[in-house]
């Protein structure tokens, strides 16, 4: 299977891009889904249908799913709802209250992709294609699996903690088994599904940009916060290029001055991206809808060739030894090192940069090391560990 996400800034071109991937794989044979994960879906509207929450046929290979995460918490995971709503109404907290709390934050990002992955092995998909929420959503979204995990396991040791206190008020809040074994299973699910969605042989991230300033910096921020995750890109669209006529004549001033100004933009994006590959794909004089339009828009970015293969393989996070010390390199374009925030807490290494933060979870022959030095090195972050000596008490 192959899932590929577009990312970007809002309204530069990820539904229409995502929907022509889909339409164009589809034509190629191969079986595809496209899912919205935005709340304000616009995927039915450019495949210039109607969807809905369960994948609707729109070719002979494609299908199409706009999720309501909200509707899927309610389904799926009612017992644990249930049973935080019933504990908070407990307290004296009224229903409404309760219920809207109860919603875990981040569990709908959880259940959006725990459904994907889910229809993408039911339907025994080739190819799922999502179109994304604006950046900032999407990477927290993206962040999730990674935070649910450390959560759960650290609900497993205050579970433990308040059975050997056995403080009757902390009873009170005990999961009863069914939810802790609801708990479990998702655990393991999320936990699979965080190795799918960082296998660089299945998934592969995509950011879209236009040739504009602002546009371009939260590309390049997308680009630092999916590194920082550990999530694979493998090209960047560089979206409504406008044509430059072959002999630099315009009759429309208007056009001229747009045209020079994407110019500068345009170069830039081909320059700073590398060396991920750049597509682009042209302005059209009109808005690209259903499915055969898209898939042309397809055939022309990727002239003829598979938009799903993986097009780009950067180097992942990797430890190398040195004499006694250890180096833990991880890939962070785009950033300065005083941008970057990193504590050493036991075995995990927490790294923020801006509003984002990822919870590293160390290899075991580092937990007991110490973090000596960390600096940014040709685009990574290097942070050396050194052993704590014998003669410093422990
Ligand atoms: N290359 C293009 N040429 C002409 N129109 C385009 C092109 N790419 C996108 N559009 C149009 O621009 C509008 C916004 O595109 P689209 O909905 O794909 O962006 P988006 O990034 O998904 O937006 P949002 O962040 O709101 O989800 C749509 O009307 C779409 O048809
Ligand atoms: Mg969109």
Same mark, same amino acid.
């Given at each position: 299977?192959?899932?590929?996400?577009?990312?970007?800034?809002?309204?530069?071109?990820?539904?229409?891009?995502?929907?022509?991937?889909?339409?164009?794989?589809?034509?190629?044979?191969? !079986?595809?889904?496209?899912?919205?994960?935005?709340?304000?879906?616009?995927?039915?509207?450019?495949?210039?249908?109607?969807?809905?929450?369960?994948?609707?046929?729109?070719?002979?290979?494609?299908?199409?799913?706009?999720?309501?995460?909200?509707?899927?918490?309610?389904?799926?995971?009612?017992?644990?709802?249930?049973?935080?709503?019933?504990?908070?109404?407990?307290?004296?907290?009224?229903? #409404?209250?309760?219920?809207?709390?109860?919603?875990?934050?981040?569990?709908?990002?959880?259940?959006?992709?725990?459904?994907?992955?889910?229809?993408?092995?039911?339907?025994?998909?080739?190819?799922?294609?999502?179109?994304?929420?604006?950046?900032?959503?999407? #990477?927290?979204?993206?962040?999730?699996?990674?935070?649910?995990?450390?959560?759960?396991?650290?609900?497993?040791?205050?579970?433990?903690?308040?059975?050997?206190?056995?403080?009757?008020?902390?009873?009170?809040?005990?999961?009863?088994?069914?939810?802790?074994?609801?708990?479990?299973?998702?655990?393991?699910?999320?936990?699979?599904?965080?190795?799918?969605?960082?296998?660089?042989?299945?998934?592969?991230?995509?950011?879209?940009?236009?040739?504009?300033?602002?546009?371009?910096?939260?590309?390049?921020?997308?680009?630092?916060?999916?590194?920082?995750?550990?999530?694979?890109?493998?090209?960047?669209?560089?979206? !409504?290029?406008?044509?430059?006529?072959?002999?630099?004549?315009?009759?429309?001033?208007?056009?001229?001055?747009?045209?020079?100004?994407?110019?500068?933009?345009?170069?830039?994006?081909?320059?700073?991206?590398?060396?991920?590959?750049?597509?682009?794909?042209?302005?059209?004089? !009109?808005?690209?809808?259903?499915?055969?339009?898209?898939?042309?828009?397809?055939?022309?970015?990727?002239?003829?060739?598979?938009?799903?293969?993986?097009?780009?393989?950067?180097?992942?996070?990797?430890? #190398?030894?040195?004499?006694?010390?250890?180096?833990?390199?991880?890939?962070?374009?785009?950033?300065?090192?005083?941008?970057?925030?990193?504590?050493?807490?036991?075995?995990?290494?927490?790294?923020?940069?801006?509003?984002?933060?990822?919870?590293?979870?160390?290899?075991?022959?580092?937990?007991?090391?110490?973090?000596?030095?960390? !600096?940014? #090195?040709?685009?990574?972050?290097?942070?050396?560990?050194?052993?704590?000596?014998?003669?410093?008490?422990?």
């Amino acid at each position: 299977m192959r899932l590929i996400l577009y990312l970007g800034k809002g309204g530069v071109g990820k539904t229409t891009l995502a929907a022509a991937t889909a339409a164009r794989s589809a034509q190629l044979g191969k !079986r595809t889904l496209v899912v919205s994960t935005d709340l304000a879906h616009s995927l039915a509207d450019a495949l210039d249908t109607t969807l809905g929450s369960e994948p609707k046929r729109i070719t002979s290979n494609l299908w199409a799913q706009e999720i309501n995460a909200l509707d899927e918490i309610r389904s799926h995971w009612a017992s644990v709802q249930d049973y935080v709503t019933g504990v908070l109404k407990k307290q004296g907290i009224n229903d #409404v209250a309760a219920e809207e709390m109860a919603l875990i934050p981040g569990m709908d990002e959880i259940v959006a992709l725990l459904n994907i992955h889910r229809q993408a092995q039911d339907g025994a998909y080739d190819v799922v294609v999502i179109d994304a929420a604006p950046t900032g959503e999407t #990477v927290r979204l993206l962040s999730m699996p990674e935070t649910f995990l450390w959560y759960a396991n650290q609900a497993k040791g205050w579970r433990n903690l308040a059975m050997s206190a056995a403080k009757p008020l902390l009873k009170t809040f005990l999961p009863g088994v069914n939810v802790l074994e609801s708990l479990q299973k998702l655990n393991e699910q999320v936990a699979v599904l965080r190795g799918v969605l960082t296998d660089p042989d299945t998934s592969s991230y995509r950011l879209v940009v236009n040739p504009e300033k602002m546009v371009i910096k939260e590309g390049l921020r997308a680009e630092t916060y999916l590194a920082l995750f550990g999530y694979p890109i493998d090209g960047v669209l560089c979206n !409504r290029v406008l044509p430059t006529s072959a002999d630099g004549e315009y009759h429309d001033a208007l056009l001229r001055e747009m045209v020079a100004q994407q110019r500068v933009y345009y170069d830039q994006i081909h320059s700073t991206f590398a060396p991920l590959p750049v597509w682009d794909a042209p302005y059209h004089s !009109r808005e690209i809808l259903g499915a055969d339009a898209l898939a042309t828009l397809a055939s022309e970015i990727w002239d003829g060739d598979d938009p799903t293969r993986v097009y780009f393989r950067g180097s992942p996070q990797e430890l #190398v030894k040195r004499g006694d010390t250890y180096v833990l390199r991880l890939p962070l374009p785009h950033v300065e090192m005083g941008k970057v925030g990193m504590v050493k807490k036991g075995d995990e290494l927490i790294v923020e940069i801006g509003n984002f933060k990822r919870d590293i979870a160390l290899p075991t022959l580092l937990a007991p090391m110490e973090a000596t030095v960390a !600096r940014m #090195v040709d685009s990574a972050l290097e942070v050396t560990f050194t052993p704590v000596s014998a003669e410093q008490p422990a």
